[in-house]
């Protein structure tokens, strides 16, 4: 947690005035108890009632003074403490913006949802309450020790007896308490965990019969935490009245001191009820740090967690010195290239060269997990290569800005997202300065011009989070729209059309076909007839090229492709 | 992801105080802060009823936490009474001796009995607060845990309906924050509730038992306190709630892009999701901070006003002490109260909310235990002794909703190993078949039977074991290869398990993962890929051996070359088994026992492949216009 306080350094000005406001504001609630004590030593002693009145009057001035500077202070405090909740998003997002698609596999996407939002929020609520709480602390506790030392120094002997006392009392409880906080954090987690696996697996569950299982999985969970809450929360029973006895025999045993020392003539009675007032305002400000014990735990944790996004570097970044463009325009070409993944054992390609050219349609097919999305995801540099070189128009991916590259091409992925905001919006997300026409006639390339004038507001109709209000196959002719609305060099395909049914699937490759006539157009596609008619298919079999061709030409030389040929297709279909 | 921003912390009571005041429940949280918004329940009374019958049976604990609350309270209420007796002996003996009495001294025999007195007060006072908070942790937890337990119960017994009309967020909301919520105000606010009360009044009675006129002055600080509270917490609602919104934007905003991340970077948008972000972010802070410290000023202005009582009654006190009519032990001990006071009442007032938004949270949980549930099995249900497999649909009626009545009068008889395709376009609602059959939903009219049996007379239990199924909506959790492919049956042994892995031909893939079998998913099961995800599911419906199949022929996921095989090792699984194929390759199709054409939600034609074309149906258009077009792959799904 101390290591994301670096983000506290650019609020050190409001900080600094909140420290100075508080000490302020500690020494106003220090200071009345004195004036009481001038009030009742001088007051009242020689029966001086204007003398009362006047005292009373400087203690109200001083309380109005120590709120002005209590509600400063306040200001201030929020300020800081939203300001870095600000600054730590921005730095959390803007980090992930620049993550590779690597780093999202690594953490998860859900995982960084919540760690760039609740996780700051926590962090961000932590900050306020030390600042509120935490900063008043140690000043009420040395500023009440200076009044006591200046009041009656050797009474003030007391504290060096009480202090270590409570301190050790906070210190053993503390040793106990943060472990069991820790805990509780880490059981509840756990039986968020069940829960939502039941939620998301109850078809499944009741299916397999596994109702009771997943009740005792639930219970045990449930009981984890209970039996660690329980012990937690008996030891924090324990916490309150050891204090508070501590603090209580303290004052005794200064009303017993204090009362030598006045039989003595050393000492005023209302020195004495002053001193007794800096006592429990010593003893006080050592409670409040311990009331962080809930708090720090559960901060620390999304500490951890904040911190682990912003120590993962990205893996992929620009090239100091771009290679100067060449005059080519669509060329793609693999040499050589191999890819793992993080921490795999096989490589997910291997080998892999071909090239690509504008105006063909090279089509990629293979079985699940033979390379074909790994290898398509390589070419707008969403990983690197690990040996070997991906060229567009001659010039090494890695060479390129990554700005540059990805403008080249009209990507789409295998699952259709869109964004919260109009159709018109969503398909103008591949170009920003589209035209209306554009717009409208990517559209109607991809199909969906049909059902958006069918809407009430057409372009104009509103796309909810996510894009739920679309269906799957509308939700995928829009993101073919989006890509088709660039008039990209490179279109890629990924697996895109498999939510829509087959007429629209071939009205839209029909069209498709006219519009990609200068581009080169790479189709990842699971089904024979998709890839039929294409230029070149390259056919992928455990991440290893298996053959490259035509149709004909594979049915007569490449086992592999026809296998998936005859698995798709009835013999007399293939003739 | 919005559904737990209500997270402040609660406030630490401030300064002051003997009353017991207990730490947080495992969340720690829940209650809204000073000056939040707080939700309201839409029957307080009624729920607050309810909510106490779940502490009944621990009825003797928790009266004797409020017997112990009782005395703590007393007995720290009387102290400050007594400290300032021994302050009045010191003050009389130094008077006295300033006077010149003869002979005047500290007594310092009285003092040692006051000492005494008070170490004895005090020593009860924490060992029954102890207690109180001992017992109460007990209480507390224990009836959160029963609560938990029968929440998650009444879910187990709860239709598919319900899940189906909610989204899962919404639902583990009410288990776990509403929960954590109800939790962290029983172990803590209520006690505070009754020490609180209880300090008020005996506070105020310790006070009159002094001085009328000085009680009259720090009483007149509680209304002034009151409006001040109010009037400020009136202001910072709204900005709490403009916060509120801004961080719901900022969190959508969030979703949006990390779940679109891949979009983004391949259109090069990262400056645009950049730039929205921070005017977002930078709304939230113009909110946030306003929030902040509007609410901030409220304890600062609390204690001006408890400073000014504070003020008034040393005057007043140092007066009247002068006039003889009290003494100035009295006066310290009423300082004492007059600072006991302000805290109790602040806490009442954070409390009020924090029983409110606690109710509320009740409320939502109990809304869950009313849901109505899932028709009992059978008293005695008949149990199908060697299963066929031979389903019948007999006049079935059914539709989600009443009024939308989806299959009108079904039938459908498939005998013992007939497969039965099941082809339509994309949300032709193919589910629909597979929650009658398995019983998920009820069916509004006729019968389905298995053998003969209707499955109203099975035990949901038997008659789910008699089908595998395997979809397009995997289902793994977070655990091992092992575990997850063992689901299928209880007490499976290795062997079993790696032959269904074989079958399946998962063997191959999870050998290569670095543990092997031992392998364990992650929470969103990303460590392995769609692919291999659906593998693990069909060996997970090999292991099961059912009587019936349901299969989806998920094209989306396992395909091409791994389908072949997974397709042979399901044609030896669907030999001698009845299997329902929601169909996508056309061989599946045509080599059908019969094929159910599904258009929105009903079956509209049903027959053998040949039979449909020669109807000239829908099926006959669907198949030909792909002939047409010169392609031969019926694309549906």
Redesign the interface.
Known sequence: MIKLFRFVKPFWLPILAVLVLVFF?SLSELY?PT??AD??DI???N?D?PY??K??SV??LV??G??LC??AA??F???A???F??LL??KV??H??????EE??KV???????R???DI??I???L??ML??MVMAPMLCIGGIIMAVSKDATLSLIFVVILPVLALAVFLIARKGIPL?KA?QK??DK???V??????????I??????Q???MR??EA??D??D???K???I???????M??VM??S??AI??F???R??A?SM??GD??AF?QYA??IM?SLL?VS?M???IP?ASASAVRINEVLDMAPVINDAETTAPATGQKGHVEFQNVSFSYP?A??PAIQDISFAARPGEVTAI??????GKSTLINLI?R?YDVNEGRVLVNGIDVREMS??KL??K?G?V?QQA?L??GTISDNIR??K?DASDEEVRHAAEIAQAADFISKMEQGYDSPIA??GTNV???QKQRL?IA?ALV?QAEIYIFD?SF??????T??RLRAALKQETQESTVIIVA?????V?DADQIIVM?ESRIAGIGKHQELMETCD?YR??VL????EE?IA | MSQSHNQSARKPGGFGGKGGRGHGGPGGHGGPGMGMPVEKAKDFKGTLKRLMTYMRPFRLQLGSVVLMAVLSTVFAILSPRVMGDATNVLFEGIMGKIQGVPGAAIDFDAIGRIILYLLGLYLLSSLFSYFQQYLMADVSQKTVYNLRKQVNDKLSRLPLKYYDARTHGEILSRVTNDMDNISSTLQQSMTQLISSVLTIIGVIVMMLSISPLMTLIAILTIPLSIAAITSIAKRSQQQFVRQQKELGLLNGHVEEMYTGHKVVKAFGREQQSLQQFSEINERLYEAGWKAQFISGVIMPIMSFIGNIGYVLVAVVGGILVLKERIKIGDVQAFIQYTRQLSQPIAQTANIANIIQSTVASSERVFEVMDEAEEIPDPANPVTIKDPQGEVSFNHVRFGYQDQAVLIEDMNIHASKGQTIAIVGPTGAGKTTLINLLMRFYEVNGGSITIDGVNITDMSRGDLRSLFGMVLQDTWLFNGTIRDNIAYGREGATEEEIIEAAKTAHADHFIRTLPDGYDTILNEEASNISQGQKQLLTIARAVLADPAILILDEATSSVDTRTEIYIQKAMNELMKGRTSFVIAHRLSTIKDADMILVMNQGSVIEQGTHDELLAQGGFYADLYNSQFSKGGFDLEVG
């Open positions: 504001q009345l004036l009481m009030i009742v007051g009242v002693v029966g009632t009362i009145w005292v009373g203690m109200l309380a109005l120590g709120m209590s509600i306040s200001y405090s929020s300020r403490a939203t300001g909740g600000k998003r921005a997002f803007n992930v913006e620049n993550f590779s698609l999202f596999d998860g996407t859900a995982s960084l949802i919540t760039t939002t609740n929020t926590q961000q609520q932590v306020i309450m509120r709480m906080f509780i059981k509840i039986l968020n965990l829960m939502r696996e039941n939620l998301t697996g109850i078809r499944v009741r299916s397999f019969n596994r109702v299982h997943e009740k639930f219970d449930n009981y935490l209970t660690t809450s329980i937690v929360n008996k924090m029973a324990f916490m309150m009245p050891i508070m006895l209580n025999l004052s005794v009303i017993w204090g009362g030598l006045i039989q003539e005023q009675v004495l009820m007794l429990m305002q006080f409040m009331m014990f809930v708090m559960r921490g054992e096989k097919i293979g079985g699940t997990g033979s707008p969403f990554q700005q990805r403008a091409i990507f992925p997202v964004f919260t997300y591949g920003e989070q996510g269906s799957g196959g993101s989006r660039r697996d498999s939510a829509l049914d087959f007429k699937d071939s699971q089904r024979v007839s998709t039929l079999d592999v296998e998936i698995s798709q297709l009835s279909e």
